[in-house]
């Protein structure tokens, strides 16, 4: 389906965006940054909200955000299901995964193609990022020559600490 007027039907959305939900009847709250968890027994129900986290703060919510962010998750765990075993049950809604109860595994893994945010930080200060330092003379925002990937624990709360990338 091709949409012509795409950005007028975004804008009229803004006024919809799914902020936080709350529905004690599915279980036990846990809100991060941008999903909503609720656990129920060996089940958790997992609502992708539309707000945009940056600098371990939610800054604003986007129309669409969290139905993208489920969606793409939910298409890699179906097409690496044979590969690994993952927790999806099913998605019932855009939004929504509901999803076998895991122990967690604190790391996130970011992708970087810019040198911006942390990185450009620890860079400006003289600091490696994940253990790699870019070549001296670059740009806030540059584009780099190869992606960076850096992984770091998932903190509750406060700043993720960056981990050893071991090549």
Not at 74 to 97: A, C, G, M
Request: proline share 5%.
């Amino acid at each position: 389906m091709v949409v012509d007027n795409i950005d007028e039907i975004i804008k009229k959305q803004f006024k919809y965006t799914l902020n936080q939900t709350q529905f004690p009847n599915l279980g036990e709250l846990y809100q991060g940054k941008v999903r909503d968890n609720y656990i129920l027994d060996d089940k958790r129900i997992i609502i992708a909200s539309d707000r945009l986290s940056a600098f371990d703060r939610v800054i604003t919510t986007i129309p669409f955000k969290g139905q993208m962010l489920n969606q793409v998750s939910s298409f890699w765990f179906e097409k690496t299901k044979n590969l690994v075993k993952n927790h999806l049950i099913e998605v019932p809604d855009p939004n929504v995964s509901v999803v076998h109860q895991c122990e967690t595994i604190p790391v996130e893994i970011i992708v970087r193609s810019y040198l911006t945010g942390t990185a450009w930080r620890n860079y400006e200060n003289g600091k490696a990022t994940s253990g790699y330092m870019p070549p001296k003379g670059l740009r806030k925002n540059q584009k780099l020559d190869t992606i960076l990937i850096t992984p770091s624990t998932k903190e509750e709360s406060g700043h993720d600490i960056y981990l050893p990338n071991k090549k």
